[in-house]
DNA sequence: GCTCGATGTGTACACTTGTTCACTAATGTG
DNA sequence: CACATTAGTGAACAAGTGTACACATCGAGC
């Protein structure tokens, strides 16, 4: 999995690896890999058990950094930022996977952005924030956040990653996106008028 | 190109394809290739030129369609599902290339995009909406839109073409997404407070 | 009518690919 | 210690791959 991380990290699509390509940057034999997988969309549904578990890392220190609600979004999205590019090669695979190959890859990181639209949208009703919208309405918010977000992904990860100056930018023009929404969000009127 | 692009449509991915494979679909020997492309990349290239052409026609029926200023934001949607329907393997194509293997499509999608946000934000212009905008800030809003739009794809052909249900559902989030994004336009200050 | 450029063909070569099978080295449990 | 499980090895095969080269066909313009 390590080998095959690195890479789509050095560019490659995951959709075009091979089984002797991995397992040659692995430093094994090829017959080694079926050790562990059965093909290669296995290989891609557990990277995608890890960026599971990526994400929830991700999650866990937004919220503990994040407690002071003055900067919410800026923080966010800065920390965001920083577990994108510590973790490039899996962001980079879950922006592949989107418009993958697998029907299967692509069901699971869609269903890993769902649950961290849910959790964000619990985060959310706890600090009483958007109270005023309906559970649908909420729902509705922290999907467009979590999509806008993993959009602004594929621009990340377009820059080289030493690239402080386009990093900034993109951090800067995604904080923008979301305060937008927020502020759709807070004059939002379920009838939707 | 037609060849490579029933490929995609069948639901491979065009960083999985080859040339042999994609001249066997065009029902031509592999040599042919090389009459018209110097490589795979070179035709992503030239598909991101048609690509552009698919685009434009869409742009041009939704100006013809969506004058009455009424539901602008819902009829727009129509047009894109309807197009995004009938050029399935393009809008596929455009998908996958957003995060592909070819740095020069990426950039080509990407600069399609580009090129999409600045004509609706003409076209906002001239309609006088959004007036209270700087031309910055309108920008702003026009790219979130073309982002949103964009991400909908994902979704709109990662359903079966013909499950009108969930399509319908699509749409109507989609509708709703845009609508949340224009409110939060609308009650935008450019200082960011 | 003849020539030329564009398109397509056939053959060939040197690699790479996925998968199989029987075999070996290491590991930790009884 | 012995034993079973796990991970890795090496050789082999049929099939597929990118690319090169010389040759065939055909339609347009002089």
Redesign the pocket.
């Known amino acids: 999995m390590g080998a095959a991380l690195a890479l789509v990290g050095k560019g490659r699509h995951f959709a075009s690896l ?4 991995v397992t ?1 940057q692995a430093g ?9 997988f059965r ?2 969309d296995d290989l891609g549904l557990q990277l995608v058990d890890e960026l599971g578990l990526v994400l929830r890392r991700m999650m866990r220190e937004a919220r503990a950094n994040v407690l002071q609600s003055d900067k919410l979004i800026e923080e966010s999205v800065g920390i965001f930022v920083a577990h994108a590019q510590a973790n490039r090669s899996f962001f980079l695979f879950m922006a592949q996977g989107l418009a993958g190959e697998s029907r299967a890859v692509q069901e699971g990181i869609r269903s890993e952005m769902r649950f961290f639209a849910s959790e964000l949208a619990n985060d959310l009703r706890r600090l009483r924030l958007m109270d005023h919208l309906s559970d649908a309405d909420l729902d509705l918010t922290c999907d467009l956040v979590v999509r806008t977000v993993a959009f602004s992904l594929t621009d990340l990860l377009s820059v080289s990653p030493g690239d402080d100056y386009q990093i900034g930018q993109i951090r800067k023009r995604t904080t923008r996106f979301l305060q937008m929404i927020f502020v759709g969000a807070g004059h939002w009127q379920s009838d939707g008028a």
Chains 1, 2 share one sequence.
Request: aromatic residues 12%.
């Open positions: 091979g089984i002797r390509e040659r094994v034999v090829p017959t080694s890999f079926y050790r562990h093909n290669m």
